[in-house]
């Protein structure tokens, strides 16, 4: 069985949960790992390495003194290094007093400069490194669509199962010549809707003339997390044959009736495996990027695209890893993006999400298979290392500001003004995130 089998299965809020938690632990392992190895490199000794906070479960010392640990509430980790007083990297005062200079050089508050800044920045890129990989590891590991205009595997529609076979190249379609797949998603697009369209395919060497449905019909290929597809039961592989009753052959049609409702409740007649729904839903405002800006639009929540996906070529790892970066680098300035456009007041603040909608959305990718459910570990990956780039005291981008201050002065802040400015950040933390459960209970 399939993880979104296993959870159908299962139900409950419970497996959300627990995959959320998964989610959230490999990549808290992931960014403390990158402080303690580097930390360790940089001969900076961690006692503790955390996984989860509270009393403990499991815990062993290896044979460098380090401490790991197993704690019950998995909702982050910490590692804490000599003369830390806290999981914030807080100076321990009296400890430090007691140290000698070597001591007090294997420590967080005596190291070299370059040496502490280099194990506070490691957290955050081991969580980007880990999104390049995984992006990296799904490019190569799903391929990359030909160039030519060729039927690989067609989808779920009635209407395309005996046109169609599998090896076909799509020469024309309505009396358009098609030379690759670029040329025919073109076509597609500008096409008006219709029922049947015109093709022409080489089939064996020979010519084969036949009309067929349109090529960019309403299947559903990905559902979207949290969406109101999703809360109606609709599933990958579906097809929309009516919205309110009237007939629709192309996905520009769903698209352009949803938008025309501006939210008012639609109809839709669903064909599934051989058999007719009917499915009542109302859309959702979502804010999407769009050309570096964002655009709100009423959405049912699924993405769709061709009649049949193209056969796919093994795609080289040099091509996966810069496919790994540039996936990352968008998913980071997007972040940004919205995060400038939800200040300045162009898009809602509701677009910031909580614990309790990030365990939803970890639910609802992981109930589309496991590829989906870690392409979203790699997204949140990426969130979380840009977090914790923010100047905020308490997280890595305030001790990375603190660290540029002692290089400019020539000494680190003062003990007072440390503690106040980490009290002022642990109170603007909690805060934001408090604000984020507020949208979690309250946003539509």
């Not at 690989?152 to 209407?159: A, C, I």
């Not at 949290?226 to 698209?255: H, K, M, N, R, Y």
């Not at 305030?398 to 950040?425: C, I, Q």
């Amino acid at each position: 069985m399939d993880i979104s089998g296993f959870i159908s299965a299962a139900g409950g809020t419970g497996w959300v949960i627990l995959f959320f938690v998964l989610a959230l632990s490999i990549i808290v392992a992931i960014h403390e790992y990158g402080h303690y190895i580097v930390g360790r490199w940089c001969g900076i000794h961690a006692e503790v390495f955390s996984l989860g906070f509270g009393p403990v479960l499991y815990s062993r010392v290896d044979k460098h003194g380090t401490k790991w640990q197993l704690a019950a509430l998995p909702f982050g980790g910490y590692v804490k290094f000599m003369g830390d007083a806290d999981a914030a990297s807080g100076k321990d005062g009296e400890t430090i007093s007691t140290l000698s200079e070597a001591e007090l050089k294997r420590t967080m508050h005596g190291a070299d400069l370059w040496r502490r800044s280099a194990t506070v920045a490691a957290g955050p890129i081991f969580n980007f490194a880990l999104s390049i990989l995984v992006f990296a590891g799904i490019f190569l590991f799903s391929g990359t669509a030909t160039d030519d205009a060729l039927i690989g595997k067609l989808k779920p529609n009635p209407g395309n199962e005996e046109a169609f076979q599998e090896g076909d190249l799509v020469t024309a379609v309505n009396a358009l010549p098609v030379d690759d797949i670029a040329q025919f998603y073109e076509i597609a697009r500008a096409l008006p809707p219709m029922e049947e369209v015109a093709y022409q395919v080489e089939r064996d060497g020979a010519i084969v003339k036949f009309d067929s449905v349109f090529p960019m019909p309403p299947v559903l290929d990905q559902l979207q997390p949290q969406s109101a597809a999703i809360d109606a039961g609709l599933a990958v592989g579906d097809v929309i044959t009516s919205v309110d009753g009237e007939p629709v052959w192309a996905l520009s049609q769903v698209q352009e009736a949803v938008q025309a409702g501006a939210g008012a409740a639609v109809q839709l007649g669903v064909w599934r495996d051989g058999e007719t729904l009917e499915v009542t839903l109302t859309p959702r405002q979502r804010d999407l990027p769009v050309d570096g800006g964002f655009e709100t639009r009423w959405l049912i929540g699924f993405s769709g695209g061709a009649f049949f996906d193209p056969p796919r070529v093994t795609l080289g790892a040099w091509h996966a890893l810069k496919g790994g970066v540039a996936q990352t680098w968008f998913v980071g300035t997007s972040s940004l993006s919205g995060l400038w456009h939800m200040i300045t007041g162009a898009i809602s603040s509701c677009n910031i999400q909580g614990p309790i909608g990030i365990a939803q959305t970890s639910g609802d990718m992981a109930s589309q298979g496991a590829q989906s459910f870690i392409w979203f570990i790699a997204v949140l990956s990426t969130a979380v290392g840009l977090l914790n780039l923010f100047p905020i005291p308490v997280l890595d981008g305030g001790h990375l500001v603190f660290h540029a201050y002692e290089k400019v002065a020539g000494r680190p802040p003062s003990d007072k003004a440390l503690n106040v400015m980490m009290t002022g950040g642990l109170v603007l933390l909690l805060s934001l995130m408090a604000f984020a459960l507020t949208n979690d209970l309250f946003c539509p």
